[in-house]
């Protein structure tokens, strides 16, 4: 969440508090008290102490339907805690501020989500629409943005995730991390700052200080509902468009999906999970595996996309299921090692046909090179390999034109082909493979980039070249 600035006493307040907080969490985690049965675990003690900090917090800004729902999830969590009995008369003093509060907020109820239109004398409303006019400011109004907040009504569920409609045309992106994305990930009860760039849009209207777009923002969610919503930004404005208050889906409205991994052959699954994504969608819920697989119970029917969970030693490709209400959909996911490939690369600019530079470089499956030592003033990705698959893997041009060279011509001697496609191709590879990649300078007078990549050897991860004898 955004922080909001305090008067200096509140400031007092929080560190004093803080600091009893963390006295009390000491005694509690490094000399607990024995835990009779039906006693509180000194993690559910802390866990209290963080949840009644969460629910302080969104008093203190003004957030009176965050805090509704981190006041539920608290009285259903660790209303059994002595945490929560030790300060339970503060607690019913916020209770009461925060129900006296809440019913002054004109709520739209709907079956996905409560709609809760923008609050802008809040604290939190005030900080969000001071960032949004930065980011116009910033881009000297050539750019809109649009503020819309999105609370998960069960934050301990999943991550919240939303993603632009591009089956609608639309026009818009979502403003995170400094740029714009088609996808943005956030904390349940943060602003998504929703923006259309206006540098060259309607030139015949360019001067027209109410040119706008209107676009579907799509929220994704495995335990809540999916939920679309229609914004509009303005050229030049930032708008305020309001909260969504996402809800979770209820068990009986919900299905099941089992997923099995099979491993490629000598390949052990430790410390393995799967991961589940809403199809259109970046982040998603990982579980571990037990025995090759696990159970992603009580989520929403539709599309999904699921997979093993990536790390150093082995991933796996995506595999779609659709999940149906009161059913356990089953679905088997592959695991391949990673791999570890070995190549040549000769790179040029070509209005010095002749000095070419080369050298070799080592990559994993699944990750990009970005040569910024080894090729001057190249400061980008520009090739990347994706999962192994099967026998396989797929070479793929990140910033510029990648094309497939089949010749018997030693690589040392190649020069570049006059036949060069462009084209955003991506390919197998196999040991022996050679690849040409282009793009354009930065001043067209200046030419191209090119290079030469022959694929080396492929190496699977954990699994050495055979020493070689005296004889070899």
Not at 11 to 36: D, H, Y
Not at 103 to 119: A, G, N, S
Not at 313 to 323: D, E, I, K, L, Y
Not at 410 to 438: H, N, Q, T
Request: aromatic share 12%; with cysteine; charged share 30%.
């Amino acid at each position: 969440m955004i922080s909001c600035n305090h008067d200096k006493s509140n400031n007092l307040f929080k560190v004093i508090r803080n600091f009893l907080f963390a006295a009390l969490f000491i005694a509690g985690v490094f000399f607990p008290k024995p835990c009779l049965a039906g006693q509180s675990t000194p993690e559910e003690e802390y866990k209290a102490q963080k949840k009644f900090l969460q629910l302080q917090s969104s008093v203190d800004d003004e957030d009176y339907m965050k805090a509704q729902l981190v006041l539920s999830s608290f009285k259903r969590d660790f209303s059994d805690t002595n945490f929560y009995k030790m300060y339970s008369k503060r607690i019913n003093e916020l209770a009461k501020k925060i129900e006296k509060n809440a019913k002054k907020i004109k709520v739209e109820d709907k079956i996905e989500y409560l709609f809760v239109p923008p609050r802008l004398k809040t604290k939190l409303w005030k900080e969000y629409m001071s960032r949004a006019e930065r980011i116009v400011s910033e881009r000297q109004g050539k750019i809109g943005v649009t503020v819309l907040r999105v609370i998960f009504e069960d934050e301990s569920l999943e991550l919240p995730s939303a993603r632009v409609d591009r089956n609608s045309n639309n026009e818009l992106n979502i403003y995170s991390g400094g740029g714009y994305s088609s996808v943005g990930t956030f904390q349940s009860g943060e602003a998504v700052f929703v923006g259309s760039e206006f540098w060259n849009y309607r030139v015949s209207d360019s001067n027209d200080k109410d040119v706008s777009v209107i676009g579907d923002i799509i929220i994704g969610g495995i335990c809540h509902y999916p939920t679309k919503l229609k914004i509009e930004v303005q050229k030049g404005k930032a708008i305020a468009f309001g909260e969504v208050i996402v809800r979770s889906i209820p068990k009986e409205y919900c299905g099941n999906l089992m997923v099995k991994v099979e491993a490629e052959e000598g390949l052990k699954l430790m410390n393995a999970g799967a991961t589940l994504k809403v199809s259109g969608f970046y982040s998603g819920k990982t579980i571990p595996l037990k025995d090759n697989s696990c159970l992603f119970s009580s989520i929403g029917p539709g599309s999904y996309s699921v997979e093993i969970a990536s790390n150093d030693a082995f991933g796996g490709p995506g595999q779609s299921a659709v999940v149906v209400l009161g059913q356990t959909t089953e679905v088997t996911v592959k695991a391949y090692r990673h791999r570890m490939i070995e190549f040549d690369w000769r790179f040029r600019r070509s209005k010095e046909p002749d000095k070419w530079l080369s050298g070799r470089k080592i990559m994993k499956t699944k990750e990009y090179w970005q040569p910024d030592e080894e090729w001057p003033d190249v400061h980008y990705p520009v090739v990347a390999f994706g999962d192994w698959i099967g026998d396989t893997c797929r070479i793929r041009s990140s910033n510029g034109y990648l094309m497939y060279v089949g010749t018997d011509e030693p690589f040392e001697e190649m020069d570049f082909p006059l036949s060069f496609s462009r084209s955003f191709c991506d390919y197998p590879i196999k040991e022996g493979d050679v690849f040409a990649w282009r793009r354009d300078e930065r001043e067209p007078k200046e030419g191209f980039l090119e290079a030469l990549i022959r694929i080396g050897k492929i190496t699977p991860v954990g699994i050495p070249d055979a020493p070689k004898s005296p004889a070899q």
